[in-house]
């Protein structure tokens, strides 16, 4: 069964913030000589990894509104270098812009069920709303 995960995007103001950022880091990796891959590093690792790998996405919150997501590829559980157990949730750099969905702020990651995710957006982003309307219409819960 597939399952998801959600979490809060910290210092990302808008979808294209996230989209840069990822861009840098990957551009970052390749100048290093490093693996080109993108990952999300978090403490606690999932137990049911078999469902997130079953088709599940991370669900980023930005601005208190669900608004994409990125496919999970991975999960790699490590220690660091303190001896701190933590995981590496390795994802596709590609983001899937989604409707927006109200959250509440939250600490870590949490379970998102599959009947709760918002749907995917389709179609080009000219078409979308923009982003500070759309914050606006969703806090109003008309979005």
């Not at 996405?57 to 660091?80: A, C, G, H, M």
């Not at 990651?109 to 709760?116: A, C, G, T």
């Not at 389709?122 to 008309?142: C, D, F, T, Y």
């Amino acid at each position: 069964m597939t399952l998801h995960l959600i979490k809060l995007c910290v210092g990302a103001a808008s979808i294209d913030n996230l989209a840069a950022w990822i861009e840098r880091r990957l551009a970052d990796k390749r100048a290093a000589g490093l693996p080109v891959e993108h990952f999300h590093t978090t403490r606690m690792v999932p137990r049911r990894v078999d469902d997130l790998l079953d088709g599940g996405s991370l669900y980023w919150v930005i601005k208190r509104n669900v608004q994409v997501r990125q496919k999970l590829l991975e999960v790699r559980p490590f220690t660091d270098n303190e001896g701190i157990g933590r995981c590496r949730l390795v994802l596709e750099p590609k983001l899937v812009p989604t409707e927006w969905q109200p959250k509440r702020a939250f600490q870590g990651w949490r379970y998102f069920e599959p009947e709760d995710v918002p749907r995917d957006l389709k179609g080009s982003r000219r078409n979308q709303l923009p982003p500070a309307l759309a914050a606006e219409l969703a806090g109003l819960g008309l979005r």
